[in-house]
């Protein structure tokens, strides 16, 4: 690991000589509200700034670089990674207050934004136009877009659209030695360069820091219908997902909760009626009513061969978004069952739905630590899941059969089984130890990436893609 300097009085006045002094802070009250995201960790910066431009940004970046201290860019927070934690403290970047939205260009078919936009205020925005940006997860109405693309951020809509990285058109970035570059280009097609883009999107705040975003925006649809299926099996669920997938089926989104998840969502959003068992939504678009309904049709038909215990449908639109709206909710509704609640962000190939969902409930049996429980949710029509494990890390046992659980996850049912880390939510702190068991070969080149576009290794280091280095 490569030595940094700290911050140093005079640093901190040469910040606030680049920023203004009312966006510097060495304030420990300040500070202690950016050390913590939704992952286990607890990272303290040694400064915040809060940058307005991408000049600021630039020359924040150069001093940093030259002396040789180690920068973490933020956005909202929401990471479950601990991508936004300041590992080796130095200054935290903040980037929430460059948050305007440029422009909307409808005949084109681009909104340019800045990188502290929230996701739901631009598809606000977007839907007085009917026009929206598809990458939905669940923390979309507080996380911002440079963090999404940071990600390369998923969601409920990724099975039908795809991720943040299919949406990003051009990018201008400052490099970690000051300098701005853009990547791109403004048009809706373009092979004429290497695709530096598709690189920066998904580096986690390792390569470079976004200043503006160009994203591809596209038409609404005009209707929806939505089926719900409850199972007093998590595989039976899972197969489900898998043959309505098989039939050639592409919804809007497959979104499942294992039967704790649910009963606790259903509880916070306050939706009443619906019985016990794991849940399951399937949530069809089109331009019309007849339309969506024939594809209903043809997954009750699909799902009933599972044989649920429940089913349902509906087109009305306040109880179509209140169930997702649930689905949203998972994740605090699971924070109310115990202190820790800590996010995982697996995926595996479909066909392993019904094995891996099966093998991820009984982990805090194999466990056997009284307290230690598990929730699970996410996108089960892409294979997207989020084990989620509820303890107590004030209880030493608990807190120890959490890492216990993350190595049982990962090196025994995701990776053996052709899964991979992370779909979504990005390597950071939390995945960093199990990156080199999935990428064994290629670990290596991702690491000469990271050098050539920082040198002195100041960018979000020690973790991500880039880190930890070799060594340490």
């Not at 030595?3 to 002094?21: H, N, Q």
């Not at 431009?53 to 927070?77: D, F, H, M, Y």
């Not at 201008?172 to 990547?183: A, D, H, M, R, S």
């Not at 989620?388 to 090196?411: C, H, M, N, P, S």
């Amino acid at each position: 690991m490569p030595e940094y300097s700290r911050v140093t009085d005079r640093v901190v006045k040469e910040l606030e000589g680049i920023a203004g002094p009312e966006n510097v802070t060495t304030r420990t009250e300040e500070i202690i509200c950016y050390m913590r995201d939704s992952s286990p960790f607890k990272l303290k910066a040694e400064v915040i700034v809060r940058p307005t431009t991408t000049e600021q940004v630039a020359l924040i970046l150069k001093l940093a670089n030259t002396a040789r201290i180690s920068v973490t860019p933020r956005g909202a927070g929401t990471s479950a990674a601990g991508s936004p934690l300041p590992a080796l403290g130095g200054i935290l970047l903040d980037m929430y207050r460059m948050n305007k939205t440029i422009s909307i260009d409808i005949d084109n078919q681009i909104a340019i934004v800045e990188p502290g936009v929230i996701c739901d205020a631009l598809n606000e925005e977007l839907s007085r136009h009917g026009f929206f940006f598809p990458p939905d997860p669940a923390s979309s109405p507080a996380c911002t877009i440079g963090g999404m693309v940071a990600n390369d951020a998923a969601g409920n809509k990724t099975i039908k659209y795809g991720s943040t990285r299919a949406f990003v058109l051009w990018l201008e970035v400052v490099l970690p030695t000051g300098e701005v570059i853009n990547t791109g280009s403004k048009t809706l097609k373009s092979v004429s360069g290497y695709d530096l883009t598709r690189l920066f999107v998904g580096s986690e705040g390792s390569l470079g820091v976004f200043t503006k975003i160009c994203l591809k925006i596209i038409p609404l649809p005009q209707q929806y219908a939505t089926g719900v299926f409850i199972y007093d099996s998590v595989e039976s669920l899972a197969r489900s997902a898998t043959k309505v997938r098989r039939a050639g089926i592409i919804p809007e989104m497959i979104e499942f909760m294992n039967a704790k998840t649910a009963e606790a969502s259903f509880e916070y959003s306050g939706i009443r009626g619906l019985p016990q068992g794991n849940f399951m939504m399937i949530d069809i678009g089109g331009d019309t009513e007849e339309a969506v309904a024939t594809v209903l049709d043809r997954c009750v038909s699909i799902c009933q061969e599972e044989k649920p215990a429940h089913c349902e449908r509906t087109t009305d639109k306040a109880h179509r978004l209140k169930l997702i709206s649930a689905r949203k909710a998972a994740l605090p509704a699971l924070a109310r069952i115990k202190p820790t609640t800590t996010m995982e962000d697996c995926t595996v190939p479909p066909t392993k739905l019904p094995e891996v969902t099966t093998k991820i409930e009984k982990i805090p049996e194999q466990l056997g630590v009284e307290g230690f429980e598990l929730g699970n949710f996410g996108h089960i029509g892409d294979g997207n899941m989020h084990p989620t494990f509820l303890y107590d890390e004030r209880v030493e046992k608990q807190r120890d059969a959490f890492f216990k659980a993350l190595g049982i996850l990962y090196d025994q049912i995701v990776l053996p089984l052709g899964g991979s880390l992370t779909a979504e939510h990005g390597i950071g702190l939390a995945r960093a130890p199990f990156i080199e068991k999935e990428h064994p070969t290629s670990l290596k080149w991702m690491r000469e990436i990271k050098r050539l576009f920082d040198p002195n290794l100041i960018l979000n280091p020690g973790k991500g893609k880039g880190g930890p280095y070799p060594g340490r």
